[in-house]
Structure formats: C-alpha cells, structure tokens
C-alpha cells in the first residue's frame, strides 16, 4: 500500500513578491508538485504562471489522525 506524505512547499508570488508556504497530500513529491501550483493560484486569487513553487520544505508522515515531520521519509 501506498503511504500518503504531507508535502510543504515554500512559494512565491511573483506580481506582489508575498511569500508563503503551502502543503499538498500525495503519494510522492512529483505528485504533490504537479498539484499544488493550481491550489496555490485559487487560494492567491492570481493565475498559476503567476506562482513560483519554491524548495520543498518538509515532508511529514500521518500517525494516527496527525501529520509529524518525516525526517527520513524517502519521496
């Protein structure tokens, strides 16, 4: 069975300069990536070429009903 990770992404918007980060549940990294770019544009209210995805940040294992960090969580 696939796990499921929470992946946290660092994020720039480039009309306005604001940095923020984001997450995105997913089997893998490239999944999460390929995801969140249209989230973060929805949630900014902007188009996605307007978002700069940055460095992962995080990556975090659910335990029970919580997300912990996953320092040794292969992606």
Do not use: H, W
């Not at 499921?4 to 306005?16: E, I, N, P």
């Not at 249209?38 to 992962?56: H, S």
Request: aromatic share 10%.
């Amino acid at each position: 069975m696939d796990e499921v990770f929470r992946y946290t992404f660092a994020y720039t918007v480039k009309s306005t300069g604001e940095y923020s980060e984001m997450s995105q549940l997913g089997r893998s990294k490239e999944e999460a990536k390929a995801i969140i770019p249209a989230r973060i544009a929805d949630i900014e209210f902007t188009e996605e070429d307007d978002i700069q995805l940055g460095e992962l940040i995080n990556i975090s294992k659910k335990v029970g009903d919580n997300y912990i960090a996953c320092e040794g969580c292969a992606s």
